[in-house]
Each structure stands twice: as structure tokens, then as C-alpha cells.
């Protein structure tokens, strides 16, 4: 009886030890940040997210309907290049170790930015949006957007005909990083 504890004992252990993950997840990152002296912080709710007209297709105000919130974290540059190069580095890692989960969607360079957007779900239908961006001389930002069954097609349309309720949120902090 006692080597059957024994051995369960350290199986147990065994299988504790090999399913510990030392992988940094993107949603520690972010509540991390909320913590950090630079970082900008903001919650959006879905309620403040409109579309600029009501004559878009039906897809489009489905679109809009699935999304729950936006999450965007921005550390902007100010004369803090060490702070930048650390949290652009972290960022990078927690894709690269995650990209299983992360899925690339596209990449952009302009006007000194490294933009990244990657999703997760399946590619008919997202759960979650994922822009990455950096930039030597504005800083480093992540926005996230959570819905359900997000069509990548729609939800870039949808962006082109969104706009934001600015009485109930003041967004000016961030313009220069996104």
C-alpha cells in the first residue's frame, strides 16, 4: 500500500512539475501594465463604439453587436527609449511563444510603425483581435478586441465605419501612438 502512494506521489509531482508554463500570457501583460509609471490604460466598453451612418450593410451592425469591449495599453515613447526597446521586446516574446494561439492576420509598416495584427478563434470566427504596434518615435501600444464569432472581413469593415462617442471618452493621450 505504501509503494502505490508512493508512486502516485510522484506522479503526481511529476505531472505538477512538466504542466507548469513559464509562457507569459498577453492578459498578465496587461494587467501588469495597468500597474507600470507611463503605461496609458483604457477599457472601452462596447456602448461607446457607433457606427458614423446607418446605411452599412446588416453584416457590419452584426459586427459591431459582437463585440464586448476594447482593451488598449500604450506606453509612449517620451524620452523613455529603455522602457520602450524592454516593453517592445516582451510584447514580441509573448507572441512568439503564444503563436499558436496568436494567429497572424497581417502585418503593416508605415510612417515608422511596425503595425501587427494577429487573432484568435478560427478564422470564420474570431474571439479576439490583437493589434501590436511600435514605433521609434511615438512608442508601444496594444489594442485588443473582444466579441464572439467575429468575421475578420466584416470587422474591418466595420472600422472604417466606426466612430467613437467622444462625450464619454477622451482618447487624446493615445493619438499619438495609434
Same mark, same amino acid.
Given at each position: 500500500?505504501?509503494?502505490?502512494?508512493?508512486?502516485? *506521489?510522484?506522479? *503526481?509531482?511529476?505531472?505538477? #512539475?512538466? @504542466?507548469?508554463?513559464?509562457?507569459?500570457?498577453?492578459?498578465?501583460?496587461?494587467?501588469?501594465?495597468?500597474?507600470?509609471? =507611463?503605461?496609458?490604460?483604457?477599457?472601452?466598453?462596447? *456602448? &461607446? #463604439?457607433?457606427?458614423?451612418?446607418?446605411?452599412? @450593410?446588416?453584416?457590419?451592425?452584426?459586427? #459591431?453587436?459582437?463585440?464586448?469591449?476594447?482593451?488598449?495599453?500604450?506606453?509612449?515613447?517620451? /524620452? $523613455?527609449?529603455?522602457?520602450?526597446?524592454?516593453?517592445?521586446?516582451?510584447?514580441?516574446?509573448?507572441?512568439?511563444?503564444?503563436?499558436?494561439?496568436?494567429?497572424?492576420?497581417?502585418?503593416?509598416?508605415?510612417?515608422?510603425?511596425?503595425?501587427?495584427?494577429?487573432?484568435?478563434?478560427?478564422?470564420?470566427?474570431? /474571439?479576439?483581435?490583437?493589434?501590436?504596434?511600435? =514605433? /521609434?518615435?511615438?512608442?508601444? =501600444? &496594444?489594442?485588443?478586441? #473582444?466579441?464572439?464569432?467575429?468575421?475578420?472581413?466584416?470587422?474591418?469593415?466595420? &472600422?472604417? $465605419?466606426?466612430?467613437?462617442?467622444?462625450?464619454?471618452?477622451?482618447?487624446?493621450?493615445?493619438?499619438?501612438?495609434?
Amino acid at each position: 500500500m505504501k509503494t502505490i502512494v508512493k508512486i502516485f *506521489s510522484l506522479f *503526481s509531482i511529476i505531472l505538477m #512539475l512538466t @504542466s507548469c508554463n513559464n509562457k507569459k500570457s498577453l492578459q498578465g501583460y496587461l494587467v501588469e501594465s495597468q500597474e507600470k509609471k =507611463g503605461f496609458i490604460t483604457v477599457d472601452v466598453p462596447s *456602448s &461607446i #463604439l457607433q457606427l458614423k451612418s446607418t446605411d452599412v @450593410s446588416k453584416e457590419v451592425k452584426e459586427t #459591431l453587436n459582437s463585440i464586448r469591449k476594447v482593451n488598449v495599453v500604450a506606453l509612449p515613447i517620451k /524620452d $523613455n527609449k529603455e522602457a520602450y526597446e524592454i516593453e517592445k521586446t516582451a510584447l514580441k516574446t509573448i507572441f512568439k511563444e503564444n503563436e499558436e494561439a496568436y494567429k497572424s492576420l497581417m502585418t503593416v509598416k508605415a510612417k515608422g510603425m511596425n503595425v501587427n495584427v494577429f487573432y484568435t478563434g478560427d478564422t470564420d470566427s474570431i /474571439d479576439e483581435i490583437i493589434v501590436f504596434g511600435y =514605433g /521609434d518615435e511615438v512608442g508601444v =501600444g &496594444i489594442a485588443r478586441l #473582444l466579441g464572439e464569432d467575429m468575421n475578420p472581413a466584416m470587422v474591418m469593415e466595420m &472600422i472604417k $465605419n466606426i466612430k467613437l462617442d467622444e462625450n464619454s471618452l477622451d482618447l487624446k493621450e493615445l493619438s499619438g501612438v495609434f
